[in-house]
């Protein structure tokens, strides 16, 4: 893939390799997990939780070019959809390389209509999505 | 109440200076480090992905 995703919490590279060796779900994880137990980069996303010492579930997705293209950020108690985070990445791919069009909500992968902004636009999305 | 500081996640556009993470890479079985320069140097794109903590649902 044309990405690397690396998961990061508090927790040591020792408790990262005891915790993908025992739980089950984890027997497949091919990414690496990251460890940043000063919180310094959570505090640099604005994830880190000064009352709890640990990070909010925070996902930010960074082009070839260090430049910061999505951040979604849930609370604690609430998981985030993986679908939602792939349908993001394929449209920053796209959008790389069709830098004058954008992709509308409802766009899913290459194929499904994207919008060039225009004058003959203007006030006409309704149609141009139809 | 959660206590965030305002950071980059309000900055959306800005690029993001390096970083490195010492890393457990279970593709190896081996621990290793990983760096925003070294991605960047490859071309790649990279998705952080944070939770709170191992040993809990993530």
Redesign the interface.
Known sequence: M???????????????????R??KD?AN????????PTGN????????????G??????????????????E?N??NM??NIDE?MRK?KA??YLAKKTDEGCPSKWKEEGDKTLKPSAKLVGRVHEALK | ???????????????????K???????KGD??E?S?EA??KN?????????????T??
């Open positions: 044309a990405a690397e995703i690396i998961t990061v919490s508090t927790d040591t590279k020792f408790v990262h390799l005891a915790w993908q025992e739980e984890l994880v091919k990414y690496p997990m990251g460890s940043d980069l959570a505090r640099m996303f604005g994830v880190y939780d000064e009352a709890t640990l990070a909010l579930r925070g996902t930010f997705i960074i082009s070839p070019e260090s430049k910061l293209l999505n951040a950020v609370y604690y998981g985030r985070l990445f920053n791919l | 109440m959660a206590e965030v500081c305002e950071c980059l996640a309000c900055h959306i556009g800005v690029t993001i200076p390096d970083f993470l010492e890393t457990y890479e279970p593709a621990f290793g990983i925003l991605l960047k071309k790649k794109w990279t998705i952080l992905f944070f939770y709170p903590a191992d040993f649902f993530v």
